[in-house]
């Protein structure tokens, strides 16, 4: 999988991933591998 563009969730960071849930591209530091869920799906549970 490519993603380009910023981390939608800090805006600083390279994205390197995108949410199954709501499809944010994400760095990696606000993405949840094991859950494939960014870090404001993670947080928000579910
Ligand atoms: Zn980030
Ligand atoms: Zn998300």
Known sequence: MSVTGLCQVCERAAATA????????VCADHYDRDRGLCA???AAGG
Request: proline share 0%.
């Open 40 to 42: 404001d799906c993670g």
């Open 18 to 25: 995108s949410c199954d849930r709501c499809g944010a591209v």
